[in-house]
């Protein structure tokens, strides 16, 4: 039984940096585990793996038959790729990017394979041919908060930010009022602005030099710390 949960665990492993459980009969880095798996599948064939081993297995979507039924020439792992990498597309057609967040509830099965893609990249593990198919659509490998293209956070600051510069266009100032945001404006614009003052004034990581620059070239007012505190509430929602 010891014995066992150990190869169980190696098999968890396995998946949470391959993301699949089909280790080949002769996988290099762990034989072992390649001959365990082959092994749990005979036993289930022969009706002579437990039920609760069964029930384990399951839960990691163990792969009990190699090929796939509908195409005996594909494997069950390229299949599986190919249907995550088919809702990747979809995602990139509604969203205009693969940046996929890891909280990301419509569906948390892309959401931890996307991320999963990132670690068998970062392991250099990946087939080249995958790594194309996912570059074509703009993959993104290693994610950075200040990039547009490699961060949703960075992207929504640039969108603010446009907003901003609208807003102290048309009005020949920069205070917009937390509450009651003219319509014409994004609703948050009040919100966001008082929180870039708040960051400067805590001196603030995320308020980079490059950011900083950014707004005082449309003649950002910063205030003073003195009748500024109301943004102190903000920073929690960082």
Known sequence: E??????????????????????INLYKPDPALGRWVSCQRGLNKFGRLSEDRFKLLS?????????????????????AFKDMYDRLVAFHQTNGHCLVPFTYKDDKKLAGWV??????????????????????????????????????????????????????????HSQVPVNNTPDRYN???????????????QGHVSLTPERKKRIESIGFWWGSPDNNHQDEPFLNKL
């Open 59 to 79: 839960r990691l979507d163990f792969i009990w038959h190699l090929k796939d039924p509908g195409d005996r020439r594909q494997p069950l792992h390229d299949k």
């Open 2 to 23: 010891d014995r066992w949960m150990e190869m169980y665990k190696r098999l968890q492993d396995y998946r949470r940096k391959i993301g699949d459980c089909q280790v």
């Open 187 to 201: 609703e948050k614009l009040g919100t966001w602005v008082s929180m870039q003052r708040m960051l400067h004034r």
């Open 115 to 172: 991320a999963n893609q990132r670690r068998i990249y970062d392991d250099g593990e990946m087939k080249a041919e995958r790594i194309k198919m996912l570059e074509n659509i703009g993959f993104v490998w290693k994610v950075d908060a200040y990039s547009a293209i490699a961060s949703l956070s960075q992207r929504h600051w640039d969108e603010m930010f446009k907003e901003l510069s609208r807003f102290v266009d048309e009005n020949g």
